[in-house]
Each structure stands twice: as C-alpha cells, then as structure tokens.
C-alpha cells in the first residue's frame, strides 16, 4: 500500500475526485466554494497505509523430482450398511393430487461389473488420479461390492 503516498498516484487519485466532484452548471461568481481535493487525498491515503497490512504473495515451488499419490490402504466399511433402495419411487403433487412412478435404475449406461458404478462415480474428483491409481480404486470398490453383497445378498 505504500504506492499511495507515491506523488504521481496522488495526482491521480486527485484528478479523478475533482472530476467526479466537477459541478454540472457553472457557479455565481463569489458564491464558489474552493475544496482542498489534494489534501483529502493525501490524509485519506495515509489512513488506508495505516490501517492496511500488506500480505506477502508467497509462492511454492518443489525442487526436484516430486512423488505424490496414494498407497494400499484398508478401507472400514462397519458403519456402512446402507439398505439398497426400492425399485421404484411414487410422487404425488400437492396441489393436483396426481400420482406418478418414477423407476429406479431405468436408462443409463449399463456397466460390466459392478466395481465399476462405484469407479465411475469417483473419477470426476480431481483429487484422485485415476490413470496413476486405477488399480488402487478398482481394489477398493472391490471391497464395496463385497460388503454390500454380504448383507444385501446378491451376486
């Protein structure tokens, strides 16, 4: 904030006010009022470098070869027994009274193995990188499938 007190930025700054304060008809002579525009810039300028912190940009970079990802790890399903949903959903509106099915699961792309629903709904996070980690995903929704078929039955 230091370039405010800057003689060349308060010129500006001055000019800009005084045009803005510029009055849209000209003034009776003897009635015209003198405002010291330079003044008020300069004092205004010094409170807002008072009262302002200038915050560093600081910039990170790695030097060298950087390695990152994710390693095997076990995954805790205990609490996580969610019962599937019904095939079908009714709605009913409010003000018509009028009733209507939607079905579950109708349309959509029919996926090979069932891994691959839980894969699929994964790969649009950016945090995970699916090229360099696919193995890793696929062992995990391994584990999914298998603690869902294990009280959900199915196969």
Partial sequence: MAYLSREEVQQRVAEEVAAQLKPLQAML????????????????????????????????????????????FELDLSSFNDQAPPEELWVQHLRTHKREILAVGSGGIEEARLEDYVVSGLIDFDNVSYDDHSDLLYGLAGKVVLHFQSYLGGG
């Fill in 29 to 72: 002579p003897g009635i015209e009022m003198y405002t010291d525009i330079a003044s008020i810039v300069a004092k205004t300028s010094q409170l807002v470098i008072e009262q302002t912190i200038d915050m560093p940009r600081i910039l990170v970079v790695p030097t060298g070869e950087v390695q990152s990802g994710y390693h095997t």
